[in-house]
Every structure is written in C-alpha cells, then in structure tokens.
Nanobody, 121 residues
C-alpha cells in the first residue's frame, strides 16, 4: 500500500481533526501529494495539495481553515480546523507523478483508501 490514510472520525461543528497519510514505495517520489474528498451524493473534489518543494494549494471552501503539511518521514497531514457540516465526506490522499499540471486535479496516479470524516451539528 503506497498511501495509507487515517485520522477520520465523528466530530462536532467547530471542532478540529488531523488526517494523516503515510506515503511509501513509489508514491514517496511523487511531484505532489493531495487530499481529496467525496461528500454523500457528490463527486470527488480537490481539497488541498503540497508539492515536493512544499508549495501548497487549497480549495476555496477550505482555505484559512485547513492546512496541509508533510514531514521528512513522508507523512502528509491535513489539519482541519473549524469544521463544518459541509466538510462531512470520505477523505482520500493521492500522489501525482506527472508534474505541476496535476497539482489540483482529480487525475492522480495513486490513491489511498478513504477515511470518513463526519461533522455533526
């Protein structure tokens, strides 16, 4: 398994949660790593990504609330603050091996399994 996501759970509106994605194998040499989510009844969407040079990108809906980071052990984190019910989704981490055009697209080269985040009122 190249991308192993964890950290999801059930929280209340306004709470924080941190997701982790352990990256291994071929995925560790990607150009970027990202978080994506699929809410019930909706299509998968981009959330945030971080490049091998630590540049970061965010969807407008999570900017100023979520922070993506990575450590030298190649774990990619998504710190989620001030969670809203609209953030309820299955969150996936992914890796892009093809370069800058794919930093924020759904067309990634490797996907991890999802982790469920549920935000209640």
């Amino acid at each position: 398994v190249q991308l192993q996501a964890s950290g999801g759970g059930l929280v209340q509106t306004g709470d924080s949660l941190r997701l982790s994605c352990v990256v291994s194998g071929a995925a560790s040499t990607a150009f970027s790593w990202g978080w994506f989510r699929r809410a019930p009844g909706k299509e998968r969407e981009f959330v945030a990504s971080i490049t091998w040079r630590d540049a970061t990108y965010y969807a407008d809906s999570v900017k100023d609330r979520f922070t993506i980071s990575k450590d030298k052990a190649k774990t990619v984190y998504l710190q989620m603050n001030n969670l809203k019910q609209g953030d309820t989704a299955v969150y996936f981490c992914a890796a892009n091996h093809r370069g800058s055009l794919y930093y924020t697209t759904l067309d990634q080269d490797a996907w991890g399994q999802g982790t469920q985040v549920t935000v209640s009122s």
